[in-house]
């Protein structure tokens, strides 16, 4: 298995720019997470899925930031407008079967830039 | 509600030298607790998890941790340490089940002196 495939792995971007990033779990899971991960905050969860469905967005930190999951292959994490304090290394992860009982196995992250 | 210490923000070992990384939790009930490394540019792996059952875990890379519920720890032990163990070290408490979710420490960073 290719593992959980995150895109892109790097982003630059300007301030008031539309980001999405991507995320493909790993076939078969049923949960899937964001995380940001930063120097001040360490690693937050913004919102996970089960089957598809949003179930906690409670970390989501304002209406910028939407995540969709339209499939069970594919996830996205959108900001519009970007700023620069949403820089940041952005991680999805999946899992099988009981969501947080069960091994999380993390992507290489998406660093993203905001100038 | 569930939180997770890490003490020490930075430790440095001697390659060959015995680890010990802490891990503080607070959990209203029995907690799922979870041992995760990341090395520089990479997403978390998962070390070690502990459900129930033994309080003594062993985990990938020759890694191990111990439960005592009376301290509320989870520390993580390896007897000796390789240059490639260099990494951040995220400890986890969640409370299981389909409703839970995990909260993650602020990390520990080692380092390995040759």
């Known amino acids: 298995d290719a593992g959980v495939i995150q895109s892109p792995r790097h982003e630059v971007t300007e301030m008031g720019q539309e980001v999405t990033l991507r995320c493909k779990p790993i076939?078969?899971?049923?949960?899937l997470f964001w995380y940001r991960q930063t120097m001040m905050r360490g690693l937050e969860l913004l919102i996970y899925f089960n089957n598809n469905v949003p179930i906690d967005d409670s970390g989501m930190p304002e209406d910028r930031f939407s995540a969709k999951m339209p499939n069970a292959s594919f996830s996205t994490l959108k900001i519009q407008p970007s700023e620069p304090r949403d820089s940041a290394v952005y991680f999805c992860?999946?899992?099988?079967?009981?969501?947080?009982?069960?091994?999380?196995?993390f992507g290489p992250g998406t660093r993203l830039t905001v100038l | 509600a569930q939180s997770v210490t890490q003490p020490d923000i930075h430790i440095t070992v001697s390659e060959g030298a015995s680890l010990e990384l802490r891990c503080n939790y607070s959990y209203g009930a029995t907690p799922y607790l979870f041992w995760y490394v990341q090395s520089p540019g990479q997403g978390l792996q998962l070390l070690l998890k502990y459900f129930s059952g033994d309080t003594l875990v062993q985990g990938i890379k020759g890694f191990e941790a111990e439960f005592k519920r009376s301290q509320s720890s989870f520390n993580l032990r390896k007897p000796s340490v390789h240059w490639s163990d260099a990494a951040e070290y995220f400890c986890?408490?969640?409370?299981?089940?389909?409703?839970?979710?995990?909260?993650f420490g602020d990390g520990t960073t080692l380092t390995v002196k040759p």
């Open positions: 076939s078969g899971h049923d949960y």
């Open positions: 992860a999946s899992t099988l079967g009981q969501g947080y009982t069960d091994t999380q196995y």
């Open positions: 986890a408490v969640g409370p299981g089940g389909n409703a839970g979710k995990s909260t």
